[in-house]
């Protein structure tokens, strides 16, 4: 069985959890960083870091043009709109935040998807691998628990869009391969998520979650918070806190 996948990596925490897991399934890892002129562009520097870390193989994939049509997001246009910051658990969950960029999981799947169907479909019509003997896979870091009320990190919406996906490819309409989605942490807390990371050795100290992106994490928007929560619930020190500190930024 010939086993590929496309990962989309963020340079956060979970997409880097995502990639290693991905990787010790024995899939032929393909990660893939989209800029799309988002606020926070010190994590595309940091995906890069991850994926030079696991040794695997990494695109950065230009859609800059995507911040001028998701305009209503305080992570594409932080001058219109103010990141939240300092709110509860409870706060965190009642509707959904500034910060939700429009259609982004959405966009980002259909992207990996046009990439997997052109690697997998080289495969299949230039190296004549059978199709019945792939497996193709698009890996997300989506999370259910600790989503911040985004609508695209629900079971539901994964369920539609793989659904979608067998319709709209040669691959599932010619030759009957399913790209599927996989989504390893929907259902895991941040301490999970951690602990497994842990268990993969994930490179935690060059993984990037504060919306801010300035020289350290600001410790203050709902993305420093939930992965204060999970390394703490864990037992373990952020180890990029360790880094940092022993660099003299912290």
């Known amino acids: 069985m010939f086993k590929i996948g496309v990962v989309l990596l963020s340079g956060g925490m979970d997409s880097a959890t995502t990639v290693a897991y991905a990787k010790s399934k024995g899939y032929e890892i393909h990660a893939i960083t989209i800029d799309y002129g988002q606020k926070l562009r010190k994590e595309i520097e940091y995906a890069k870091k991850v994926a030079e870390k696991l040794s695997i193989n990494h695109k950065v994939i230009n859609a800059l043009y995507f911040k001028e049509v998701a305009w209503y997001s305080a992570l594409t246009h932080p001058e219109l709109f103010d990141i939240p910051k300092g709110r509860d658990e409870k706060e965190m969950k009642e509707g959904i935040p500034i910060t939700y960029v429009p259609l982004r ?30 497996d193709a896979r698009i890996f997300i870091a989506a999370n259910y628990l600790d989503y911040s009320g985004y609508p695209d990190c629900r079971p539901e919406f994964y369920k539609k869009i793989n659904d979608l996906l067998k319709v709209a490819s040669k691959l599932g309409t010619e030759y009957g ?15 999970e998520i951690v602990e497994l990371g842990v268990e993969l050795n994930v490179p935690f100290e060059w993984t990037w979650s504060c919306y801010e992106g300035g020289e350290v994490p600001c410790g203050k928007c709902d993305s420093c918070l939930l992965r204060e929560k999970g390394f703490r619930e864990a037992g373990v020190e952020d180890p990029l806190l360790v880094r940092l500190k022993k660099e003299g930024k912290l």
């Open 105 to 134: 999981n959405t966009f980002f799947i259909i992207l990996a998807a046009t990439y997997l169907e052109s690697l997998v479909l080289h495969k299949i019509e230039k190296e004549k691998v059978d199709p019945k003997n792939i």
């Open 177 to 191: 391969v399913e790209m599927k989605i996989e989504t390893p942490l929907l259902f895991k807390s941040k301490k």
